[in-house]
């Protein structure tokens, strides 16, 4: 779906990837996750054509297509790419106007999709978007975004804003709205949120990717525990009220759960390794 070979760009002086290789599949629900500043919300205005790379490439193809490059712009790429960002401004008028008239661009757009995810939200689709609260209005975002049915769809920090309930929702909906044919890649913070819905991984930093992986992989090669004191040889441990939560090499071939918060801590603990450790 995506390659990325040798990525480099900057803001004036100020160098954000130097030298970045990454490769998407189709199908997929990445979870892109890393420190402030890193470039998270860059790579993602890269992947959909709204900043060019300076030096590499970057190709996204779609099934049975051509290979494009997103800083082409070209018509046939843009109407199946969407990009969420985290800030945005609506305009006054009702979400069934803004999905009407924005939906022209993109030909697998669903009005009955639409309708439905907005109701899944509880919201109406004639209530005035700049009338709502900024989570209902990312809620209703949201469901146009994934009403318009694009292979490659791009969502930065989508659940900052949202209650409990509603990112209950949001899971349960990004589930049902994933294909085999679709490629998501979510920025966030968030990672709890998330924990059960994005697979797989992918941890950036100051320097690069530290990891892309799948959490079978993960898995496979860490373990995940709670111990009453942290192991000599744990890449990392954080002191809770039950003992401490760890993550160290597995092994012993091992099965446990993946923790994202410990994953992402100990993959910048340990940049070097992990980059070994989950190098393809």
């Given at each position: 779906?995506?390659?990325?070979?040798?990525?480099?760009?900057?803001?004036?002086?100020?160098?954000?990837?130097?030298?970045?290789?990454?490769?998407?599949?189709?199908?997929?629900?990445?979870?892109?996750?890393?420190?402030?500043?890193?470039?998270?919300?860059?790579?993602?205005?890269?992947?959909?054509?709204?900043?060019?790379?300076?030096?590499?490439?970057?190709?996204?193809?779609?099934?049975?297509?051509?290979?494009?490059?997103?800083?082409?712009?070209?018509?046939?790429?843009?109407?199946?790419?969407?990009?969420?960002?985290?800030?945005?401004?609506?305009?006054?008028?009702?979400?069934?106007?803004?999905?009407?008239?924005?939906?022209?661009?993109?030909?697998?757009?669903?009005?009955?999709?639409?309708?439905?995810?907005?109701?899944?939200?509880e919201?109406?689709?004639?209530?005035?978007?700049?009338?709502?609260?900024?989570?209902?209005?990312?809620?209703?975002?949201?469901?146009?975004?994934?009403?318009?049915?694009?292979?490659?769809?791009?969502?930065?920090?989508?659940?900052?804003?949202?209650?409990i309930?509603?990112?209950?929702?949001?899971?349960?909906?990004?589930?049902?709205?994933?294909?085999?044919?679709?490629?998501?890649?979510?920025?966030?913070?968030?990672?709890?949120?998330?924990?059960?819905?994005?697979?797989?991984?992918?941890?950036?930093?100051?320097?690069?990717?530290?990891?892309?992986?799948?959490?079978?992989?993960?898995?496979?090669?860490?373990?995940?525990?709670?111990?009453?004191?942290?192991?000599?040889?744990?890449?990392?441990?954080?002191?809770?009220?039950?003992g401490?939560?760890?993550?160290?090499?597995?092994?012993?071939?091992?099965?446990?759960?993946?923790?994202?918060?410990?994953?992402?801590?100990?993959?910048?603990?340990?940049?070097?390794?992990?980059?070994?450790?989950?190098?393809?």
């Amino acid at each position: 779906m995506i390659d990325i070979q040798n990525l480099e760009f900057c803001y004036g002086k100020h160098k954000v990837f130097d030298n970045i290789t990454l490769h998407l599949e189709t199908g997929k629900i990445y979870g892109l996750l890393g420190e402030n500043g890193v470039g998270k919300t860059t790579l993602l205005r890269i992947l959909c054509g709204l900043l060019r790379s300076h030096q590499g490439c970057c190709s996204v193809q779609f099934t049975g297509q051509q290979s494009f490059n997103p800083g082409d712009r070209h018509p046939d790429f843009l109407s199946q790419v969407f990009y969420l960002p985290e800030l945005f401004v609506v305009p006054a008028t009702t979400a069934e106007c803004f999905a009407r008239s924005h939906s022209q661009l993109y030909p697998n757009h669903s009005w009955e999709l639409f309708c439905k995810l907005m109701n899944d939200f509880e919201l109406d689709p004639k209530c005035r978007l700049d009338r709502l609260s900024h989570g209902q209005q990312k809620k209703a975002m949201i469901a146009f975004a994934l009403s318009l049915r694009t292979p490659l769809l791009l969502l930065d920090e989508p659940s900052n804003g949202l209650d409990i309930p509603s990112k209950t929702q949001f899971r349960k909906v990004i589930a049902e709205c994933a294909t085999e044919e679709t490629t998501l890649v979510i920025s966030t913070h968030q990672v709890r949120d998330l924990e059960n819905l994005i697979d797989p991984v992918i941890i950036l930093d100051r320097e690069g990717v530290v990891m892309n992986a799948s959490v079978e992989q993960i898995a496979e090669k860490l373990y995940f525990s709670v111990e009453n004191q942290c192991s000599a040889d744990a890449y990392f441990g954080e002191q809770t009220l039950n003992g401490y939560v760890q993550v160290a090499p597995n092994t012993q071939g091992l099965e446990s759960r993946v923790n994202l918060e410990i994953l992402f801590n100990a993959a910048l603990n340990n940049k070097r390794t992990f980059q070994t450790l989950f190098q393809r």
